[in-house]
């Protein structure tokens, strides 16, 4: 790792009004959940058809049958954050993270932040623009349950789960053909915008809003840094770029923040 980098992104940290970190499933990657475009990731077993919310509507059982396969593929194990997720959820409770941005699923940037968060400690906003596998919504009603409870009910043969109302039970994600949370997706493209650092971290960068939000930050001034293991698009925008594993570069960039 690049000591001079490190401390270089460290110090505009610590003078930073606001640093934003966007993380993609490299972050998770450690903590055992596979990503999707990797070599060995999921997209070689399945396919984005499967997940559409054309499918889910049309063929809700063919649908709940798929996705029962891609949670056990992806969250099966045991699985808990890392020291990515916890050197963030550090970074937040000694006020150096405005907010993390995620494109995952797994919940845990929450329960990282959860485990760190003392009554007085300012909020990190955590953003999930992909929706939640945690939780299940009824897409009729909206009513939420544990998504445990879903996959649960499923596996033992409800399929599709079904509410009290009639409704299907839809994992509470954004499925391929859905629009993302407008609210969460306009907050943000704004906390992007007004950030000073911007961190994108372990995401291929390779789709919307990915590619544009760390973009936007850096035309806005922001000063960009890039951690991931392959090479993304926006690495000519960033002025600093690890192609180093998320849980080595992030730990060593807390204590580098925090040291001074
Ligand atoms: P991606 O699969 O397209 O890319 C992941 C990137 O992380 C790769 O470029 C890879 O080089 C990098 N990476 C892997 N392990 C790493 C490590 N230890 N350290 C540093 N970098 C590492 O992921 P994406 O860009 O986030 O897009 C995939 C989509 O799939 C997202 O929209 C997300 O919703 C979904 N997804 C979520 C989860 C999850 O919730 N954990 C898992 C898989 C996919």
Redo the contacts with the bound molecule.
Sequence with gaps: MDEQDLEALADEIRRADATVAF?????????G??????DG???ERFEEGQFTYGRFRSDPVGFWRDRLELQRE??GGEYEPNA?HEALADLGRSGHLAAVI???????HEEAHEEVRAPADGETAILE??GN?QRAACDDCGFRIDGDEAFERAETGELPPTCDCGGVFKPD??LFGERLPPAVLQRSRRLARESDVFLA???????EP?ASLPRNAAARGATLAV????P?PRDDDAEYVF???????LPALRSAVESA
Excluded at 33 to 38: A, H, K, Q
Excluded at 102 to 108: I, R
Excluded at 227 to 230: A, C, Q, S
């Design positions: 993380t993609g499933a490299g972050i998770s990657a450690p903590s959940i596979p990503t999707f475009r990797d990731g999921v997209w992806l969250f990515a995620t494109q995952n699923t797994d919940g845990l623009l992909h596998s994600v954004v971290i372990g995401s291929s960068l390779a789709v990915a951690i991931n293991l392959e993304t192609r180093e594993d998320v849980t080595d570069v």
